[in-house]
């Protein structure tokens, strides 16, 4: 079965500063998609970024970037110039890709989440 | 555009008591799913469905009921609250392709006494 793992429980980071939060997953497939979501205070989910795992190329979106290593099973997120707003949980998450799940490729697998606070 | 749409945002129950959580989506969404989300513990896919009739279990099934009688919408049952069952309650929708991000609604706050 697939997990992903979130070592890191909380962290901190001064504003304008930048922070990388690790995740790292098992899986015995060579196709699937890695996401990094942020739940704020107010409990919404939003997608930060996604990586396919067939892409060598890292995923970036603004400010927010990955550092996929797939030998290493590793997927992690760095947040440059950080701002008061990014204080959130984040979620590392994996999807199959594979159609085991009788086409239910949405199925996430989440990590426990990594509290980050953006301090002034 | 709505999106995904869950009512109620919070709910107490007694233990024993029956209750549904309802979820609707306006994008016509072929995958629907209900996660748990608890403390320390990430969120846990509880059970989905890849279209109007088709429901499956995910990790944590036991003590919830669904149904899927419209693409629109994707009700989750509880038939006899625990305590355990007290959680925060995601709804998401997507597109069945691989390329289709996962909607979430606001999520549903549940504490069952």
């Known amino acids: 079965a697939q997990t992903v793992t979130q070592s890191q429980p909380e962290m901190s980071v001064q504003e304008a500063e930048t922070v990388t939060l690790s995740c790292t997953y098992d899986?015995?497939?060579?196709?699937?998609?890695l996401f990094w979501y942020k739940q704020p205070p107010s409990r919404q989910m939003i997608l930060v970024i996604r990586?396919?795992?067939?892409?060598?190329q890292n995923a970036t979106e603004n400010r927010f970037s990955v550092n996929f290593q797939k030998a290493a099973k590793s997927f992690s997120l760095k947040i440059s110039d950080s701002q008061l707003g990014d204080t959130a949980m984040y979620f590392c998450?994996?999807?199959?890709?594979?159609?085991?799940?009788?086409?239910?490729?949405?199925?996430?697998?989440f990590g426990k989440g990594t509290k980050l606070s953006v301090k002034p | 555009n709505a999106g995904v749409t869950q009512t109620p945002k919070f709910q107490v129950l007694k233990t024993g008591q029956s209750m549904t959580l309802q979820c609707a989506q306006d994008?016509?969404?072929?995958?629907m799913s209900w996660y748990r989300q608890d403390p320390g513990m990430g969120l846990r896919l509880i059970h989905y469905?890849?279209?109007?009739?088709?429901?499956d279990q995910g990790e944590v099934p036991n003590g919830y009921n669904v149904s899927r009688s419209t693409t629109e919408d994707f009700p989750l049952r509880l038939l006899s609250a625990a305590p355990s069952q007290t959680s925060v309650y995601f709804c998401?929708?997507?597109?069945?392709?691989?390329?289709?991000?996962?909607?979430f609604g606001n999520g549903t706050r549940l504490t069952v006494t």
């Open positions: 998401a929708s997507s597109y069945a392709g691989l390329n289709s991000p996962l909607h």
């Open positions: 899986t015995s497939e060579n196709n699937y998609y």
């Open positions: 990586q396919e795992a067939y892409k060598q």
């Open positions: 998450a994996f999807m199959n890709s594979l159609a085991n799940y009788g086409g239910s490729q949405g199925n996430l697998i």
């Open positions: 994008m016509n969404h072929e995958y």
């Open positions: 469905s890849v279209g109007a009739g088709i429901t």
